[in-house]
């Protein structure tokens, strides 16, 4: 089952048997409804975190600074990043934080930046669209493969 949001695919065979019976947390959770999606398909035990709230779904949502989220250490099995580091201030910030409070996985779905100079274009025009929709003050930023992974190897 593939579940599409703002032209975002999220492919739920990939990540079922990575989290399914356990207890996740969706960091840049939006709107949620691929949260709830998620929780009905797989059974788990959701938790929404983000800066504002936008829900569209009836799921809890505790609202953090972007930096520090406010949960003890390993208190969830898996985390989900949807299509959120491009919209972070200091996305490695979130990241570490992420493996703080996770035990297990880390899940991340993210745009990538290619040499194309029309994927630059798109990539700015959705990042400006993205934050002004949603009343952001920070830029979005794309990165490359290269330096996702170079972040992802830093963290270990």
Same mark, same amino acid.
């Given at each position: 089952? &593939? @579940?599409? +949001?703002?032209? &975002? +695919?999220? $492919?739920? $065979? &990939? @990540?079922?048997e990575e989290i399914k019976n356990f207890k996740v947390l969706d960091i840049g959770s939006g709107s949620g409804i691929i949260a709830n999606r998620i929780r009905d398909q797989l059974g788990v035990k959701i938790t929404l975190v983000d800066v504002v709230d936008k829900r569209k779904v009836d799921l809890p949502l505790t609202i953090y600074d972007g930096q520090n989220l406010p949960f003890k250490d390993k208190s969830f099995d898996a985390a989900l990043l949807i299509f959120v580091l491009h919209h972070a201030e200091d996305p490695q910030a979130v990241l570490s934080e992420a493996k703080r409070v996770v035990r297990d996985k880390i899940i991340v779905y993210e745009d990538i930046i290619t040499r194309n100079p029309f994927d630059k274009i798109d990539s700015f025009l959705h990042g400006f669209a993205f934050n002004k929709t949603w009343n952001l003050q920070n830029e979005a930023i794309f990165k490359s493969e290269e330096e996702w992974k170079a972040i992802f190897k830093k963290l270990n």
């Open positions: 089952m &593939k @579940i599409t +949001t703002d032209q &975002k +695919t999220v $492919e739920l $065979e &990939k @990540i079922s």
